[in-house]
């Protein structure tokens, strides 16, 4: 491990190095700290939530491998497991719920009869570390979602139950919102879809956009809630229709002013989701983003510093406005420790948006004087920029671990905490 003074020489000659191209790293730094990171809490308990529904019948194309030891079994051991993980992760962030965790007092409450009250404690738990909280409705992994349908399907009672329950997280993602005086971005994702060709694809198309408008019928204040959808390409079960497309969402999004959802993950593996950002957000003035990396399509690995991720982190930047993007994690991996699986994929989210925080100017410049031969060659030598040890002064000033220094810290909590579960 670097010593203190290393870390702080090596950032004063990259911070010359930057200061010769154009670039206040100081600056940078400073705005890497207002970009919150929406952290995901099914990837500490494999997306079992608290409703004890037996989690290998998720359902809904998802599918969670792997049986490391430690699995977060209670709201508790999950709150604790997410401070383990935020101790080590520079900057201050939020944690997006799906409304299978809330805290039921082991009563059997329903999708449709869920309330703010269920998640009282997940306030309280935010309200004391000054983060923000997101919300989705859970539209899988139950009984009237067994056929893959559930906005969409062609019986109304179904249909019934799946908007109300959507509704209730609404309402509860504006209550989560007013409590912690940050607004609550309600993510709404339906599974629904057809495993072989669909005769009437229009009529399930339908009833979706009523069933959406009929969950968006009441208006809740933008300073509590922010609605989003979220479109797929594909979901096992779903192979040969999504009825929630991209095209599908976009046209939604639009028409009736919600955020469209960008995840990493759904779309063809040949598809760049950063080209998208710029596209959407010429006609919507914020958009959320569901970050994963796809091995293999929709596969949910832990989020590496890969060339997409470098990306799309370059164009949240480059729009103008990260405060028009909300970020989040969505994956799940039960092969590692799951705490260092929410570490491993925040802080490479966090060092991709600092790479692109700290692009030198003369790559726009050259691009904007039409000298794409000088573009190419400043963004080829921007790779080699030291960006590194801006990263490890970043993680010092915030009083976190530098470089894999974390590592001993969550294996620490492995053994003390983890090892106990059993």
Not at 5 to 30: I, K, N, S
Not at 59 to 81: H, I, K, M, W
Not at 317 to 326: S, T
Request: proline fraction near 5%.
């Amino acid at each position: 491990m670097p010593s203190a003074a290393q870390v702080e020489t090596a950032f004063e000659f990259a911070r010359d190095r930057y200061a010769g191209l154009g670039v206040d790293v100081v600056a940078a730094c400073a705005a890497l700290g207002r970009i919150p990171i929406s952290l995901h809490c099914w990837q500490g308990d494999d997306v079992a939530g608290f409703e004890h529904r037996d989690a290998a019948g998720l359902g809904g194309g998802l599918a969670v491998t792997g049986n490391y030891p430690g699995r977060a079994r209670t709201p508790d051991e999950l709150r604790s497991d997410l401070d383990m993980a935020l101790a080590v992760i520079p900057g201050r962030h939020r944690l997006n719920l799906h409304a299978s965790y809330g805290e039921f007092g082991g009563r059997p409450v329903d999708r449709d009869q869920v309330e703010a009250a269920h998640f009282s404690g997940w306030i309280d738990w935010a309200k004391g570390r000054g983060l923000g909280l997101d919300f989705n409705p859970t539209c899988f992994a139950h009984p009237r979602a067994a056929d893959g349908l559930t906005l969409s399907h062609a019986d109304r009672g179904i249909r019934r139950f799946w908007i109300e329950h959507c509704r209730r997280a609404r309402e509860i993602g504006a209550a989560l919102g007013r409590a912690l005086a940050t607004p609550c971005v309600t993510n709404l994702w339906v599974p629904d879809g057809f495993k072989d060709t669909p005769a009437d694809r229009l009529a399930a198309r339908e009833r979706l956009a009523a069933s959406l408008d009929e969950v968006f019928d009441r208006p809740l204040p933008a300073a509590h809630n922010l609605d989003a959808v979220e479109p797929k390409l594909f979901g096992i079960g779903s192979e040969a229709c999504t009825v929630g497309s991209t095209e599908f969402y976009l046209g939604y999004c639009i028409t009736r002013r919600k955020l469209l959802c960008l995840d990493a993950g759904h779309f063809h593996p040949t598809e760049s989701l950063a080209d998208k950002i710029s596209s959407v957000l010429l006609y919507l003035p914020e958009i959320l983003l569901h970050v994963s990396r796809g091995v293999r399509w929709d596969s949910d690995h832990v989020v590496t510093l890969t060339d997409e991720l470098l990306a799309i982190a370059r164009e949240v930047v480059a729009c103008g406005d990260p405060a028009r993007v909300h970020v989040g994690l969505d994956y799940f991996d039960a092969s590692i420790n799951r705490v260092a699986a929410w570490v491993i994929g925040t802080r490479n989210m966090l060092r991709a948006l600092l790479v692109a925080l700290l692009e030198p100017p003369a790559i726009r410049a050259a691009e904007q004087a039409g000298d794409l031969t000088a573009r190419l060659a400043l963004q080829e030598e921007a790779k080699g920029l030291p960006s590194a040890a801006v990263w490890d002064h970043y993680c010092q000033s915030a009083d976190v671990p530098v470089g894999e220094a974390w590592l001993d810290d969550v294996r620490r909590y492995e053994r003390t905490v983890l090892a106990g579960r059993g």
